[in-house]
C-alpha cells in the first residue's frame, strides 16, 4: 500500500496538525528549515513528485513547468493568491492547479478594518511615544487623529474579502463605495449599503480612505498609479491587503513624504520582503510584515482545503478549488 500512496512535497512549513494529517495520507516530504526554496530546490522537487503543495514564496513560471518532466500532475497551493504560478503552461502541460479561496477572508478584513483605525488614530505614533519615554501625561492637542464613522470608504476589489472589509466598514458606521470588476447583484449592494462606481477615477477621487482588495493579475499591475494615486484627496488614506504590485510603490512613498497623501496602512509590497526603505522613515505609515491572514484557525483551515483537493484528485475527480485561465 505505501509504495501506491502519492508523492508530496510541500515547499514550506505548515502547522503542526495540518502536517500530521498529511503524513497519515501521503508519502509527504516536508521543507523542514521552512527557508524558501531556491529555484534549483524547487525545480528538482516539481521532478520527483505526484503533487506540489507550494505558497506564494514559490515562483512557478513557463521554464519550471516545461523541466518538470512528466510525474508532477497536481499543483496544490496553500493560499488563494495563484500569481505567482503560469497557470496557462501548467494547464498546457496537463498539470492541474488548486488553491485555497474563501478560507482567509474574514481574517484579511479584519486586518484591513485595524489598519484603517491604526492610521487614521496615529497608533504606530502613540506606541513608539511610550515606548521611548517620551509621554509626559494627557493634552488636549496631543496624538490628535480623525475619527472613522462618517468617512467614505472605497473598495478596489468586491470579491470576498472586500464584502467582508464593507461588512466590518458598515459596523463602524463608514459609508461604503465601491469599484470592481464585476457589479454586485441589487440585493449585495443594498445587504453592504454600498455604492457602486463605474469610474475607479471618479471613485479614488472622493474617498476618504481606500481599501485595496483586488488580486494580482497583469490588468490590475500598478492599477493605483502615480496618475491614479495623485486624483485622491490630500487627506485621504489608503489600505493594502491583497498585492504590493497593485499600487505604483515608488509613486505613493513620494506622495506620502510630500504630504500629498495623508497616510497609508500597507501589509504587502510591490517587491515582497524588499520593503522600499523610505517608507520605513515615514511617521503617517503603518507597515506589517504580510500578515492580514495570519490566524492559526485560518491556516489550519487552509491546510485542510489543500488536504481535500490532493485527496479528491487521488480519488480520481477533480478537485473542489480546481483553478483554471478564465478565472482569473
Not at 505548515?14 to 508519502?27: G, K, Q, T
Request: with cysteine; charged share 25%.
Amino acid at each position: 500500500m505505501a509504495q501506491n500512496r502519492l508523492s508530496v512535497v510541500v515547499t514550506r512549513r505548515l502547522p503542526e496538525a495540518v502536517e500530521a494529517r498529511m503524513r497519515d495520507l501521503f508519502d509527504v516530504e516536508f521543507n523542514e528549515t521552512d527557508v524558501p526554496m531556491t529555484r534549483e530546490a524547487l525545480s528538482d522537487a516539481m521532478k520527483r513528485c505526484d503533487v506540489l503543495v507550494p505558497t506564494l514564496t514559490d515562483t512557478i513560471d513557463q521554464a519550471m513547468l516545461a523541466g518538470a518532466g512528466d510525474r508532477l500532475k497536481l499543483i496544490a497551493n496553500y493560499g488563494a493568491g495563484v500569481d505567482h504560478i503560469d497557470i496557462g503552461t501548467a494547464r498546457q502541460r496537463g498539470i492541474l492547479v488548486s488553491n485555497t479561496p474563501g478560507v482567509s477572508a474574514d481574517d484579511t478584513a479584519d486586518m484591513a478594518i485595524a489598519l484603517i483605525i491604526a492610521v487614521a488614530r496615529k497608533l504606530p505614533e502613540g506606541i513608539r511615544q511610550m515606548a521611548a519615554g517620551e509621554w509626559t501625561g494627557w493634552s488636549p492637542s496631543n496624538m490628535l487623529g480623525s475619527r472613522i464613522a462618517g468617512k467614505r470608504l472605497g473598495v478596489l476589489g468586491m470579491g470576498r474579502i472586500g464584502q467582508a472589509v464593507a461588512r466590518r466598514a458598515n459596523v463602524f458606521g463608514m459609508q461604503v463605495h465601491y469599484h470592481s470588476r464585476k457589479r454586485l447583484h441589487p440585493d449585495t449592494e443594498a445587504e453592504l449599503s454600498a455604492t457602486y462606481w463605474e469610474s475607479l477615477d471618479q471613485m479614488v477621487s472622493r474617498m476618504d480612505v481606500l481599501s485595496i482588495n483586488a488580486p494580482h493579475t497583469p490588468s490590475t499591475f500598478h492599477l493605483m498609479n502615480a496618475r491614479r494615486l495623485k486624483l485622491m484627496k490630500p487627506e485621504a488614506v489608503i489600505i493594502n491587503t491583497s498585492r504590493g504590485e497593485v499600487i505604483d510603490e515608488n509613486a505613493l512613498t513620494r506622495m506620502l513624504r510630500a504630504g500629498e497623501l495623508a497616510g497609508a496602512g500597507l501589509d504587502v509590497f510591490e517587491n515582497g520582503s524588499d520593503v522600499n526603505p523610505r517608507l520605513r522613515e515615514l511617521e503617517n505609515v503603518v507597515l506589517l510584515p504580510h500578515m492580514g491572514s495570519a490566524t492559526v484557525e485560518g491556516r489550519i483551515e487552509m491546510g485542510e482545503k489543500v488536504i481535500i483537493n490532493i485527496k479528491t484528485f487521488d480519488d480520481g475527480h477533480r478537485p473542489p478549488d480546481l483553478v483554471v485561465p478564465g478565472m482569473l
